[in-house]
């Protein structure tokens, strides 16, 4: 199994996870199927929390799958790669927890952990490490 490849795929899902707590609201509140995007503009506490997490996870996952693609295509170093994109992938999970549980400091530091990892996946790729 191509770990940093299964990792992208894991990231791609983690986008939707905190997803499954906006839903929740949207329902709770009486679901507003034709201007929905307006009614998750109008979400408070960890359900707001949970959509914005969704939308950086969105920002995060571009860089982070062209840069394993990057390492992959350059053939960077399998072990480095693994464990950077292993590392990433934990990170947004922590980062999805810390952001729902209104940790902004704990967050912060999360995030710049996993763009890190993502800067030196491309280093890797760019340098053939």
Not at 42 to 70: C, D, I, T
């Amino acid at each position: 199994m191509d770990v940093p490849l299964a990792c992208v795929a894991l990231a791609f899902l983690i986008i939707y996870a905190p997803r499954t707590i906006t839903f929740r609201a949207q329902v709770k509140a009486g679901m507003d199927n034709h201007n929905p995007r307006d009614q998750q503009a109008k979400l408070e506490g960890a359900a707001r929390r949970a959509q914005a997490a969704h939308l950086n996870s969105f920002e995060a996952f571009a860089p982070f799958a062209a840069a394993v693609l990057a390492c992959e295509l350059r053939g960077a170093s399998p072990q480095a790669t693994t464990i950077l994109a292993v590392a990433f992938v934990v990170l947004r999970v922590l980062y999805v927890f810390a952001y729902v549980g209104d940790k902004a400091s704990l967050r912060s530091t999360i995030w710049v952990l996993g763009f890190s990892s993502v800067a030196a996946l491309f280093v890797l790729a760019v340098f053939r490490f």
